[in-house]
């Protein structure tokens, strides 16, 4: 999201003076259409694109469907979202896997644009769907590309069928090894006998890494058609630097133009330069954008969801592919584990943290995670000043103890805490906020398990009331118990009966499972506030 910071800043400043708004004049719709239009500018998005985008919204923002509107200021903002939506690209787009097995993917751009990185990340994606993929070495011009693919490769625990050495060091290893008289091998044949090797082995996607330039030139273009007619490719996805800007969209409108691209592929979107590429490339090509590269790992690698980028750039948050990461990182088994515990009333420990942490750790950067959810863009100060490596901090601490004191926190006493801060690298008093943060952990663990919410927060649904007594309201009279034995044994039914239900209700909230009252038994969220703009994740799909 880093290339979209400041875009997303100036269209949410623009829209906070919108919304206060109870009605809107053509004057108001024409000054926030000109806004938009040099965020957009400023942003590098392609001229023609800035002049679809606004002309659309302008026309939208003057028709009815804002006039009528009861919040006008909202309803601009659901106009641009859409348009946003549309300019992405409109709907996901899926790979097209083959009937017949193996699925051809070939990856054409400019040098730079990270297309042997992105292999690894598609082959460790495409692994982790369930497939076999496997990547070819067609690049053999750059300088130790083929290696540069293996170590790729290796890296994502996928194989490389690399049969020409290519150019290493700037050197042509087919000639200093005696096989002949070829220039660095023929890419053309490589792509062609990887498809094959692909078939005898049981691989059922291929990865094809191809030569890229520094520009645009003819024999880049006839290598690239080639390959795509000699391999009968399924997928050819142009590899788009998303922090060069309308440099990039002009080249990947050639390459659509005289190979044929079926989708893009933005690479450094993590970065900090203005996006335009990422704005532009779907509706310059005509096609649209299928992934997102997010980082420097080989798992920082996404499904392009313009619905989903589109709501992070306006600001309200993408919570589906949140939820969507942590329902991989958090173990079905850990989950009920955390549940039983928390029925059965036994204290959240120093090993439960740190399965935990391990889950948060497996959905990647902490920043990136808390910058998913709605308003975070408000917060980005503090967002930049928080440390990822406080969680390295912190798990070599919990590391450093023993396991029994990891399961009675409350029996570290001086000079347990300092081997532990020895043990780690960090000082006693590190040690000492860290047992004092836990505690309090705990400590909210136990009155929610009471149903009563979060200590010194207000209520919450499905966790009970608040903790706190409440300013201005009078204290209510205690039930004094019945002295009709039979009558009392009813009170006390009763009062178990509550108690049940609460914490029944805190464990539904607290771990997404069913609670006491009823298994499976749906709550009604009709009277439910939402933030703005977040129904549309409610939407069936």
Do not use: C
């Amino acid at each position: 999201m880093g290339v979209f910071n400041s875009l997303s800043d100036r269209l949410t400043d623009t829209f906070r003076n919108l919304k206060r708004k109870g009605t809107l004049s053509e004057t108001d719709v024409n000054k926030t259409v000109r806004d938009i239009r040099m965020a957009l500018l400023d942003a590098d998005v392609a001229l023609p694109v800035v002049k679809q985008f606004t002309g659309a919204v302008r026309e939208r923002a003057l028709g009815a469907e804002v006039s009528k509107a009861l919040n006008p200021g909202q309803q601009v903002v659901k106009i641009v979202n859409e348009e946003l939506v549309g300019i992405l690209g409109g709907q996901t787009r899926r790979l097209n896997l083959a009937k017949n097995p193996p699925t051809v993917i070939m990856l054409a751009g400019l040098q730079g644009s990270g297309k042997t990185t992105l292999a690894g990340k598609l082959g460790y994606w495409l692994k982790e769907q369930g497939h076999a993929p496997v990547l070819v070495a067609a690049d053999l011009q750059r300088p130790n590309a083929v290696t540069q693919l293996q170590v790729v490769g290796e890296r994502a625990g996928v194989p490389v069928f690399a049969p020409e050495r290519g150019n290493v060091f700037g050197h042509d290893a087919a000639l200093e090894s005696g096989e002949g008289t070829r220039s660095f091998g023929d890419p053309i044949d490589v792509a062609v006998d990887g498809v094959a090797h692909a078939r005898d082995k049981g691989h059922d996607v291929v990865i094809i890494d191809t030569a890229g330039r520094l520009a645009v030139d003819v024999d880049l273009m006839r290598q690239a058609h080639d390959i795509r007619m000699e391999t009968n490719a399924d997928e050819v996805l142009f590899v788009i630097d998303a922090m060069i800007g309308q440099a990039a969209v002009e080249t990947a409108k050639a390459f659509a133009d005289g190979v044929g691209i079926t989708g893009s592929v933005l690479t450094k979107l993590d970065g900090d330069a203005r996006g335009g590429a990422a704005l532009s490339v779907a509706t310059v090509t005509g096609e649209p954008i299928l992934f997102a590269s997010t980082g420097e790992q080989v798992k920082d690698f996404e499904i392009f969801h313009p619905d989903r980028m589109a709501s992070r750039i306006l600001d309200m948050g993408d919570v589906l592919t949140l939820i969507e990461q942590a329902e991989k990182a958090f173990d079905a088994a850990q989950s009920r584990e955390m549940a039983r515990k928390f029925l059965a009333e036994e204290d959240f420990t120093f090993t439960d943290f740190l399965e935990q942490m391990q889950a948060i750790k497996k959905m990647g950067s902490l920043k990136q995670m808390l910058g998913m959810m709605p308003g975070m863009q408000q917060m980005r100060a503090q967002l930049d000043a928080l440390d990822d490596k406080e969680f390295d901090r912190v798990e070599a601490m919990v590391r450093s103890m023993t396991p029994f004191e990891r399961a009675h926190p409350k029996q570290i006493n001086g000079s347990r805490r300092a081997r532990i801060a020895k043990g780690s690298g960090v000082s006693p008093s590190e040690v000492n906020q860290l047992l004092e943060r836990f505690g309090q952990a705990q400590k909210m663990m136990r009155q929610m398990r009471k149903g009563g919410g979060m200590p010194g927060m207000p209520g919450m649904p499905g966790l009970g009331g608040g903790a706190g007594k409440g300013k201005g309201r009078p204290p209510q009279r205690k039930k004094g118990k019945s002295g009709n034995p039979a009558k009392r044994a009813e009170q006390e039914r009763l009062a178990a009966q509550k108690a049940e239900e609460s914490r029944g209700n805190a464990l539904g909230s607290a771990f997404g499972m069913p609670g006491a009252p009823g298994e499976g038994q749906e709550q009604d969220l009709s009277n439910l506030k939402l933030p703005a703009g977040f129904d549309k994740f409610l939407k069936d799909k």
